[in-house]
């Protein structure tokens, strides 16, 4: 199967190379840096033992980040990060420079991964979420280099389809050394598709051990600063927002200015940063006053939206606003992570899609800290409700950071884990 596999794969390549072209007219860099992507990367050098970590994205590189923090303090390791986007890529270089190799990762083509494999010789290869692929599994397996699935997830609607292909995904699976799942949940559909029982370690979710060390509190009051010219202007964050989403937010909006006698702000933050221009443009039309976050100055009362069209900024972003909405959420993409706001102790809304993150959703539904909401109608009375009630919107925060910092663990649990294999 994994033969038809990788010929399908070759067959595919002139699409694919069309869509990385497509994808560059919103952002440059994915046409830049294609030898990577074929696995043509310069040997790395270095006496230390080689850890190679990959997180395809900006979220998995966020939440690998006290992972990769915690790495950095082992005097005998060297790590490797790759990443598939390039805003993953921004991410890394912004957050650990040069004390880390860095570069993107091949394609899972058998000759694009064994040139990979053969110029920076890991010792241990870690796979952040669900980054798994059949060729690169096989051989990392062939050449006994360790392969960990680490803070993984599998959600009832991906174990479909990855029993769609059962003859692909179980020998890779079989195949994996060892496993760190989030959840109980997770875990027994993972045995279910293949994974060996022997291998399965619950972990945990990494994402909880977020630390808001002292630099982004600061840059969080800066923020609180520039976006309150007024005494106890209430500011709301959408963030992560998708295609699709913003307009039901802005639509939600329009309702809350009207109904309130306050002026609020809304922070709308685009999931991806092609997104920016269309956005602000998308604000305006519907008759708003806009302003850019890069522009960083501050925000007049004159100013009801500010567009987040900034990389790296959403954790302080958490903690200068009063409630969050949290996108991927009002589209059928799952969600993204609602930790961060959850760790400032922000009343959270979502939408209903919440498959990527369903126990954590679970765990804040049920300590009533998080609110699932459908369309504008609905969105709108939520934030009109915690914005209304003092008492509502700070016993909500409360109980999301409760579930934040009961939840934390999940680290020392991995990186025990880990440790196993140097």
Not at 178 to 193: K, M, P, T
Not at 225 to 243: D, F, K, M
């Amino acid at each position: 199967m994994r033969w038809l596999y990788s010929l399908l794969l070759y067959l595919l390549m002139p699409l694919l190379l069309l869509r990385l072209l497509w994808l560059a007219r919103g952002n440059p860099a994915w046409r830049q840096r294609w030898r990577e992507r074929l696995g043509a990367v310069e040997p790395v050098r270095t006496d230390r033992t080689l850890l190679w970590l990959h997180a395809a994205s900006v979220g998995e590189v966020l939440a690998a980040q006290p992972l990769i923090r915690a790495l950095e303090q082992e005097p005998n390791i060297a790590l490797l990060i790759t990443t598939t986007t390039p805003t993953g890529s921004e991410r890394v270089s912004a957050l650990f420079g040069d004390r880390v190799y860095h570069v993107y990762a091949p394609l899972d083509l058998p000759g694009a991964v064994n040139r990979f494999l053969r110029a920076v010789e890991p010792r241990l290869l870690l796979m952040m979420e669900t980054e798994l692929w059949p060729n690169l599994v096989a051989a990392c397996h062939r050449r006994e280099i360790p392969t960990l699935l680490i803070n993984g997830r599998l959600s009832e609607r991906s174990a479909r389809g990855y029993s769609r292909f059962s003859a692909l995904t179980r020998p890779m699976l079989r195949q994996l050394t060892e496993a760190g799942i989030q959840n109980r949940a997770d875990a027994e559909r993972f045995q279910e598709l293949g994974l060996r029982p022997e291998a399965t370690h619950i972990t945990g979710n990494i994402k909880f051990d977020l630390t808001l060390d002292d630099s982004v509190r600061r840059q969080a009051e800066a923020l609180r600063r520039q976006w309150r010219p007024e005494p106890g202007r209430p500011v709301w964050v959408a963030a992560s927002t998708h295609r699709g989403e913003d307009e039901v937010v802005l639509d939600a909006f329009a309702r809350v200015r009207a109904q309130m006698a306050t002026n609020p702000l809304l922070v709308l933050v685009p999931r991806h940063p092609e997104r920016f221009d269309s956005v602000v443009e998308l604000s305006r039309e519907r008759g708003f006053s806009v302003a850019r976050r890069s522009e960083d100055s501050a925000v007049g009362a004159e100013i009801s939206v500010l567009v987040g069209d900034v990389m790296g900024e959403l954790l302080a972003m958490y903690g200068a606003s009063d409630l969050a909405f949290v996108g991927g959420s009002l589209i059928p993409n799952g969600g993204h992570n609602l930790v961060e706001a959850a760790a400032w102790g922000l009343p959270l809304l979502s939408g209903p899609s919440q498959f990527n993150f369903a126990e954590v959703c679970k765990l804040l539904s049920d300590a009533g800290a998080l609110k699932t909401v459908g369309n504008a109608s609905e969105l709108s009375e939520a934030v009109i409700e915690l914005l209304d009630i003092d008492e509502l919107r700070s016993a909500r925060g409360h109980a999301a950071r409760e579930v934040a910092e009961a939840n934390r663990g999940a680290l020392e649990k991995t990186l025990n884990l880990i440790r196993r294999y140097f």
